[in-house]
């Protein structure tokens, strides 16, 4: 059994894991956004200066809380791709620095490649082929797994993203950042059916709807409509009304896709990932619809849905004990595509 070290530093979290296979020995989160909250999102430059002070003190703490030392660590991975150039050259240069000067193979990993993975530390064993549904802040998509690092992209969203709707609808709402939390939380209070928003669907020119993709702009400015029509009556707006009814159009239009993805292509597990993960509707919906269905649907432990490093060690061991590794040429990208991930191997 492999023992890596990973790191994470795609976005807003400086996060460092020591995995042994997809048993999580320590995990060091540190999240920045209390820093960027104050701008309603994510600022680049702030986010690299951020990394840069707090990523040698997570490694040393990741470290500490193993009780482990180099000597007993196989291999050093760090995402590369995709998120903010500045950010993700931070935590891969920490990572091949490390594995030079401890004399470690280096794995770089895909980003989503980790979400993927996360749902590998509620079930380990866990053999594709799958579908995952990847719910995030920057991405929705419906991915077929076939095995490590084959992965072809069946649906996906065709303007927002599942965790970026949460986010402005929240926005709109004056709730704060980032908003999927704050919204299910206040969806407890509220009622589901108090407002009709539509679903979003995509017409294909043959006619009738794409069966598994997603559009969530179209949603967010019928709340959007909604609020400035409430708000022209002078009452008190009902927050937790709105909240629920919103969060469960996006729980069901994601139910609907990810299920009939499953049956279509004949797909016996849906393993969910990604921040959006963490959502209780989109738990309770998918869960009921796959029990009727005759499928499995696995979705990460709550502290893994959202960017981590333990996702990206999981992820990295697969490639791992496939022999792949990186060559320390390896650069950072802003996107890869999923079909590109085996461009970051030398096998
Ligand atoms: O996966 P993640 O940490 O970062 C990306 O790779 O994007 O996802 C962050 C996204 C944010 O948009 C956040 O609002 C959303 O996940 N999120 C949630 C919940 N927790 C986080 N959305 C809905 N419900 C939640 N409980
Ligand atoms: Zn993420």
Redesign the pocket.
């Known amino acids: 059994m492999a023992t890596l070290l990973a790191i994470e530093t ?2 807003d ?1 400086t996060a460092v894991a020591i995995v042994k296979n997809c048993h999580v020995c320590s995990s060091v989160v540190s999240s920045q956004i209390l820093i960027h909250q104050c701008y309603g999102g994510v600022v680049p430059e702030v986010a690299s200066r951020q990394h840069l002070e707090t990523i040698n003190p997570a490694i040393a703490q990741a470290l500490s809380e193993a009780k482990l030392g180099w000597g007993e660590i196989n291999a050093i991975a760090a995402t590369c791709a995709p998120g903010l150039v500045g950010a993700l050259l931070v935590g891969t240069t920490a990572g091949k620095t490390l594995a030079m000067v401890h004399g470690k193979p280096f794995l770089g990993v895909h ?1 989503l490649e980790g ?1 993927i993975y996360a749902t590998y530390l509620t079930e380990p064993t866990l053999e594709p082929p799958f579908l995952s549904l990847l ?5 929705t998509s419906l991915i077929h797994v076939k095995k490590c690092g084959d992965y072809q992209t069946l649906g996906e969203t065709r303007d927002d ?4 709707a ?2 402005k609808v ?1 926005r709109l709402l004056q709730l704060g ?5 704050i ?2 939380k206040l969806a407890q209070e509220g009622n589901t059916k108090a407002f009709t928003l539509p679903e979003g669907r995509i017409s294909l020119a043959e006619g009738g709807f794409h069966p598994y993709d997603t559009s969530f702009s179209g949603l967010k400015t019928a709340v959007l409509r909604l609020v400035q029509q409430l708000e022209a009556k002078d009452t008190p707006l009902p927050v937790t009304d709105i909240a629920a009814s919103f ?1 469960n159009t996006v729980a069901q239009a994601l139910t609907k896709r990810a299920i009939a993805c499953a049956l279509d292509y004949g797909l016996e597990t849906i393993a969910v ?4 993960a ?3 509707a ?1 738990r309770s919906h998918l869960t009921a619809a796959a029990s009727k269905h005759n499928l499995r649907v696995i979705f990460p432990p709550l502290k893994f ?3 981590n490093a333990a996702m990206i060690g999981c992820a990295a061991a697969e490639h791992f004990e496939q022999g792949h590794t990186s060559p320390m040429s390896l650069g950072v990208h802003s996107r890869l595509s999923l079909n590109k991930v085996m461009e970051l191997y030398e096998l």
Do not use: M, R
């Open positions: 795609s976005c979290e980003h979400h719910v995030s802040g920057g991405h993203a599942a965790g970026e949460f986010d929240a950042y980032p908003g999927g939390p919204i299910d969060q990932g990604g921040g959006v963490a959502n209780s989109l849905c959202t960017d």
